[in-house]
Every structure is written in C-alpha cells, then in structure tokens.
C-alpha cells in the first residue's frame, strides 16, 4: 500500500508500517536532496551520486541502495508531531540527510572501510582526497538547505550543535582505538555523540520548524537522543553479528579493526574469564586474523557483551517512548514515530 498522505489529510484506517512510512518519507526527501546535490560544483557531483547510489562509479544511472533515510523521517514527523505540516520541515530532513551522509564519508575514510550498503565505498573508488571533499561539499549543502527554510538562525544553532557533537564523539571513538581501559560509561557517552546527537538534532529540527515550544523540542529531542544510542548499539551488534548480506558491510569489519564497540568494552569489562580471554586476543596492535575475529565474537557472546548490549538498547527504547508520551505529539505522528522507533531497534541493516 503506497501510503498516500499530506500532513492533516486523513490517512489509510489501517496504521502504516515502518517500510511504509521511510517510503513515505523518502517520496518528499528525495527530489529535494536531488535538486540539493545539483547545486554543487561539477567536480563534486559525481562521487555524492555515487555515495546515494544514484550512479556508478562511471557516471551511469543506478539504483543502489542510497541509505534508509530515518534521520530525515524523525524531521518530517517531529514537525508534523509540533502540530505543522510535515512538509514544512522538509529543507531540514534535507538537511539532516546531507549533514549525515557527510559523517559517512568522513568515516568511511578514517575506518579504512571498503564497503558500505552493499557498494564499495566512496574513497576506496575516487580517492581519499576526493571523498573528503565530498564530505566538506555535502555538510556546507546542509546549512544552505537550513539557511532557504523556514526557520534559519533556529535550524542552524540545532544541526551546528549536531555535527560538533558528532565530531566529538568521532574524535573519542578513534582515540579509543589506542587506549586499553576504556570504560562503558566512555563508550556511552562516545556513542551518545557519535549518534544519539544527530537523531536528537533530527527530531529537535523538526520541532523547531514547527515553531514547536522549548519544552516540546527538548522532549522530542530527548526521544531522538535515547532513540540515537539504542541505534548505535544496534548497528554495534550488527557489525558482530548482522548478516553481510542484509548489512552490506563485510564481515566482523569492527572486529578486524579492533573496534571499541559497546558490546566489546561490556565484555572487555565483564571481569569475567571470557572478558580476560577477550583482552589478550584484541587489545594488541597487529591486524586480527578472520579466525581471531570469529572467536572475538564468540569471547563477546561469552562475557555477556552481546545480551547487555540487547538488553541497553530495549530500555533505550522505553526511554525514548515515554519522552515521547511527555511530548504530547499530535496522534498519527505519535503513532509513526513509535513505528520508526521500534524499527530502529528491531532492524537486522
Ligand atoms: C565527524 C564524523 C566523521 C562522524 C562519524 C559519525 C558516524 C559515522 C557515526 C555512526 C552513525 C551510524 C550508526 C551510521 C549509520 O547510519 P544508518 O544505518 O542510518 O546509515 P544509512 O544512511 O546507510 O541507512
């Protein structure tokens, strides 16, 4: 059911699903990151288009998988919760999408990582320099889309403070990878920044162009915030045990790179003798065999850093929801954004 639907239209009886309300939402999102990615010099074009799945890497027209854009989904319905239109938020969803898919390609480039949604990578194709440019192009993109919306100074002071906690959370993950006593409430309050900022400022972005009050943008805020940190210890236990195929990334790639997810520093501080089998085997230099990143995951499994890790991430999302109760959203907006929300906690890419 392709769910046809404008912001206070009446919608189908039935509620829509998760899939139902991305596509939705990605019908209003995509012309306008198309005409967004237009706007950029020639030079740059190409690689985004190629990061967005739009083309290969030769500059033909594909069909690749361009992301599931729920950031820009939390805007549209946030807005649409505050009491406006979902499409008045839409330069912010633009925003959001571009500012996040700068984030990618920065990554991308500092992890070294080869694949990204079932594609090679952008840096791994045109070059490092190429995609840090490309990066540079899309974050200035998203500010110009701000800056042509309906709420300007507002819409920047929120994704400004989205992308410097970003930054900051990149900044801790990466000097995590050189230090052997990183603690849980660490690496918490790194994947906080790291992710939990940028869907907190998606669904703040969306209040503020509803005009929404500061007491309903702090708790939808809050809701994208708690709803953020379920999604990266989601996208943590994917990394160790998502299916390749359904993840689009390779194999246990946290693991080869002796990554400081949440599930390892939960069973590298378990004190338990899987967590101490653990820390003999990852906390070195040398590159982890396949064979070692297996029985990494398995250590993991072991110590208990996979269950807490699921356990973190279904409290996160009661967290999330009674924020969200607090919010008082308008009904069917309510009704999406607990669909999206379990979603994000139940997703298997
Ligand atoms: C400054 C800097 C370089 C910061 C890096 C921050 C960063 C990459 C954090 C990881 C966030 C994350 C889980 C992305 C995947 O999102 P997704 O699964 O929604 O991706 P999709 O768009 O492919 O669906």
Redesign the pocket.
């Known amino acids: 059911m392709a769910v046809a639907r404008s912001s206070h239209s009446i919608r189908d009886e039935a509620q829509p699903s998760a899939a139902e309300i991305l596509a939705w939402s990605r019908g209003l999102l995509d012309p306008a990151l198309r005409l967004a990615v237009d706007t950029m010099p020639d030079s740059m074009r190409g690689i985004v288009a190629f990061h967005f799945g739009w083309r290969d890497e030769r500059g033909r027209p594909d069909a690749g998988a361009g992301?599931?854009?729920?950031?820009p989904a939390l805007t549209l319905l946030s807005a649409e919760a505050a009491g406006a239109a979902a499409e008045s938020a839409l330069p912010a969803a633009v925003a959001v999408e571009l500012a996040?898919?700068f984030?990618?390609l920065?990554?991308d480039v500092?992890d070294g990582d080869r694949t990204?949604?079932h594609r090679p990578t952008a840096w791994s194709v045109f070059g490092v320099n190429a995609a840090i440019l490309a990066g540079d192009a899309l974050l200035a993109a998203a500010f110009e889309a701000l800056a042509a919306g309906p709420a300007p100074a507002a819409g920047v002071r929120v994704l400004s403070r989205a992308v410097l906690d970003?930054?900051e959370?990149?900044s801790a993950d990466l000097a995590f990878e050189n230090r052997a006593d990183v603690t849980l409430e660490e690496c918490l309050a790194m994947a906080a920044h790291?992710?939990g900022a940028l869907l907190g400022g998606a669904c703040a972005l969306g209040a503020v162009h509803a005009a929404a009050s500061p007491a309903v943008t702090a708790r939808l805020r809050a809701f994208g915030e708690r709803l953020g940190l379920a999604?990266?210890l989601v996208?943590d236990l994917l990394g160790i045990w998502g299916d390749p195929a359904v993840t689009g990334k390779s194999v246990h790639s946290d693991l080869h790179s002796r990554k400081k997810s949440l599930p390892v520093v939960a069973a590298l501080t378990s004190g338990t003798p899987a967590g101490a089998e653990l820390a003999a085997l990852y906390l070195r230099d040398d590159p982890l065999t396949d064979t070692a990143a297996a029985r990494a995951a398995s250590l993991v499994e072991d110590a208990g850093g996979r269950a807490w890790a699921t356990t973190r991430a279904g409290e996160l999302l009661a967290e999330a929801l009674a924020e969200l109760d607090a919010a008082e959203a308008a009904p069917a907006a309510d009704a999406e954004l607990r669909t999206l929300a379990h979603l994000i906690t139940h997703r298997d890419h």
């Not at 992301?67 to 950031?71: D, E, M, Y």
Request: charged share 30%; no cysteine; aromatic share 4%.
């Open positions: 992301g599931k854009a729920i950031r996040h898919n984030s990618l920065h990554d500092m990204r949604r970003l930054v959370g990149q790291k992710t999604f990266q996208d």
